[in-house]
């Protein structure tokens, strides 16, 4: 079965300006919730989506945000690029079925901002 | 303020030797702890978890201890291997919150052979 996966691997933004991550969840697997990791904060929650549905969120400001299509790919955008929005962003996937499921990673977004 | 807390940033153990990680938290209501381990340039690997009603759970080389008068858990590895060196995280969960994982720093283990 085919892992997580993100696209794009690599980028680099300069400040002000939007970018849109992609995350493509295991098959089968309804839930996406994206991190975020960086050396002085670690990781992160951002969001959660399921079934199309945010169903929990972070203590992110509101340049953050996601959505969840129905074949349960997700992508996460974040507008007013700042500084400090450099870092590894993660999502996992899970079944969902508890909130306890273990939740699988894929390999990271690496954003770069000038 | 740090719910979840690793105190060491990393850990030298030699090959064969048991690896002893340690995880501090401070949310008595966490109903579930996991440890991930971290390569570089790869997202987070789920290695083992416990229930916040266990005490001890074990997965090959792999045992997590939960003490919750203590707030604290640690995982083994024994015995330890080269393969083994990575970073570690401790994550916590709080039910009523959703999926939202709560990571440790992480500690970083250098197992030389």
């Known amino acids: 079965k085919a892992g997580v996966t993100q696209t794009p691997r690599y980028l680099i933004k300069t400040r002000g300006q939007q970018v849109t991550l992609s995350c493509s969840p295991i098959s089968g697997h309804r839930s996406v919730s994206w991190y975020q990791q960086t050396p002085g904060q670690g990781l992160q929650f951002l969001f959660e989506y399921f079934s199309e549905t945010q169903r929990n969120k972070g203590n992110f400001p509101g340049r953050f945000s996601g959505r969840q299509f129905s074949n349960s790919r997700s992508e996460m955008n974040v507008s007013t690029l700042e500084l400090g929005d450099s870092a590894l962003y993660l999502c996992?996937?899970?079944?969902?079925?508890?909130?306890?499921?273990?939740?699988?990673f894929g390999p990271g977004t690496r954003l770069t901002v000038l | 303020d740090q719910q979840v807390k690793q105190n060491s940033p990393s850990l030298s153990v030699q090959e064969g030797r048991i690896s002893i990680l340690n995880c501090d938290y401070t949310?008595?209501?966490?109903?579930?702890f996991l440890w991930y381990k971290k390569y570089p340039a790869e997202g987070p690997t789920f290695l083992i978890s416990?229930?916040?009603?266990?005490d001890k759970n074990e997965d090959g080389r792999f045992t997590v201890f939960l003490n919750k008068s203590a707030k604290h858990l640690s995982l083994h590895i024994v015995p330890s291997q080269p393969g083994d060196s990575a970073v570690y995280f401790c994550a916590a969960i709080l039910n009523q919150a959703g999926t939202a994982l709560i990571f440790g720093k992480g500690t970083t283990l250098s197992v030389s052979s």
């Open positions: 949310n008595s209501m966490f109903d579930y």
């Open positions: 996992a996937s899970s079944l969902r079925t508890a909130s306890t499921d273990t939740q699988y």
């Open positions: 416990i229930s916040s009603i266990k």
